[in-house]
């Protein structure tokens, strides 16, 4: 992909009004497999739900074919016909602003991922942004872990604008997807490689994430959080940031938890990791049943659910 022409691509797309609500993976399947969905018949339908479309036709302009073709962002679909053709990309609205991202489905192994999870993330954001008071806390510096497209960032640095705002993953398509979508946004964001926080030092105001926190037998990068249950990545995001956050600093973590025979493991393992540490925190379960197919899989064959949760944890000034 060639990320200049992407920009102007994307530009042009926000310039034509374009807004996209981005759904689940299985509600996706449902709608796209519906009589009238097999090919494309607008711009939405080509980068919100990744359908084909006939390169003769006035879903997609002249203007906007060549871009994406310069940008390398088409290919042809399976049945090889010349004039039709699939974007590598969708583009999901969030905010009043777009993100690009990885096209549905996302398979491959750095696929970048978009959905509901991110819009819950996004909220924790706000809500995190809105409770801290400014004059007595500043915000200087902030970093997302597994910035992912980079909705997050984004989000901060809109917030605090002459912040140092960091965009840290290890996946460099999600790097070029946050550096696309922050200069859409017109915020200065600056990404880098790091596996959590080894690879950037010093201390953070506020560090947030919304790491993956399934098992995934592919290990996709955006999907598989690792351990028996997929918590492992976000156990060691909370590990990490205990000892980097400056005081009256804040970690917002959003990810999931396997709940067993009515307990939630998550949260029994964040009060051991936290305990006798100098961070108060809250725990909030924002969505009792996410992912519910994936109980399916011999991976949760014991689960009562998958819940979406909210860990908030302070730095307290120590007396």
Known sequence: MNNEILLQFSTAVKNTGYNFITVTPATHAHVNSRPGNR???????????????????????????????????LRQTEDQREDSWQSLVRIS????????????????????????????????????????????????????????????AVILSKAY????????????????????????AN???????????????GQFDIIISNPPYLVDSSERQYRHGGGVLGSELSANI??????????????????????????DLFREEVAKILENSDLSWTYEEVDPDVFGEELLSE??????RIAAVVLTATKTNPS
């Open 39 to 73: 090919w494309a018949r607008s711009l939405t339908d080509v980068l919100g739900w990744s359908r084909p479309f006939h390169a003769n036709s006035s879903v997609v302009t002249d203007e906007l074919f060549d871009l994406m073709r310069n940008a390398q962002i």
């Open 93 to 152: 609205s969030l905010d009043g602003e777009l993100f690009l991202h990885s096209a549905y489905p996302t398979l491959a192994l750095d696929s970048v991922f978009f959905g509901p999870d991110t819009y819950r993330f996004a909220r924790a954001i706000r809500t995190m942004i809105a409770k801290r008071d400014t004059n007595t806390s500043p915000v200087h510096r902030a970093i997302d872990i597994g910035c992912g497209a980079g909705p997050g």
């Open 161 to 184: 604008p002459h912040a140092e705002i960091l965009a840290t993953d290890i996946n460099k398509t999600a790097l070029d997807f946050t550096d696309i979508n922050a200069h859409l």
């Open 187 to 201: 915020v200065k964001v600056t990404s880098a490689y790091s596996n959590l926080l080894d690879d950037v030092t």
């Open 238 to 263: 909370v590990r990490a940031a205990r000892h980097r956050l400056t005081i009256d600093g804040t970690l917002v973590l959003y990810t999931g938890s396997v709940i067993i025979n009515g307990q």
């Open 299 to 304: 991976s949760y064959q014991h689960a009562d």
